[in-house]
């Protein structure tokens, strides 16, 4: 029999860190996501053309900046020029795009980061150097992707860590929605996942359940009405993603 989360047990994930309140993949976004007591923070990875690793969401700094540089394409000494904060407001003018080890550096003890990776499994290697020479604990370590042959690799190299497989939900013509659960369980199974993470939308208690029965974490993403998570948590949700950690901290405190 699965036993599912209360709120209390419920991880509060900060989405790209506190990201409605500062710029997004940045350090202002997880420092201010730590002092909105986040339990953890979620952060956006992908390979520089050296071989780097940094935190953003695109695959080019078009939506941050006027020049539009593709981050594969591109040296991390390039991309450390540009500011990725101004976007957001003139207080966080001159924000740099962080590496990775920037990233693992601002996380406290006893709190979480869920890595997601961005860009194929050639980054699993890297990604496992920059997790050894952080000092963190496996426990603090999170691997998420949309990608099925990143938490394949990863869970090849390094089963020690937790790796979930996201995925948001599609209306086909018929009206049904996928991948349906025996389609997310049998990718679930194939790549040795240790969790499946959806959108919030879409998502029934009845799947959420299915997953944890059949032996696997449940999360979800991106929530900002505390209304919706609570639901979501009663559900069974063990993690829940957003971009207000602050507001849904309030939501789930137990009422006096």
Known sequence: MATFASAQESLIVAHRGASKDAPENTIPAFALAWRQNADAIEGDFFLTKDGEIVCTHDKSTKRFNKKDLVI???????????????????????????????????????KVIYVEVKCGPEIVPKLLSEIEKSGLQDK??????????????????????????????????????????????????????????SSKDGITKKFIHQVQEAGYQYHVWTVDDPKDAKRLVDWGAESVTTNVPAVIRDGLAPSR
């Open 140 to 197: 603090q370590i999170v691997v998420i992707s949309f990608n099925r042959f990143v938490i394949k690799k990863l869970k090849e190299l390094a089963p020690q860590f937790t790796a979930n497989w996201l995925s948001s939900f599609k209306k086909e013509k018929n009206g049904t929605l996928q991948p349906t659960f025996n389609q997310a369980l049998a990718t679930l199974k194939s790549i040795n996942a240790d969790g499946f993470s």
């Open 72 to 110: 594969r394409d591109n040296l991390l000494v390039d991309l450390k020029q540009l500011d990725v904060g101004a976007w957001h407001s003139e207080k966080f003018a001159g924000t740099t795009m962080p590496t990775i080890a920037e990233v693992f550096g601002t996380i406290p003890q006893g």
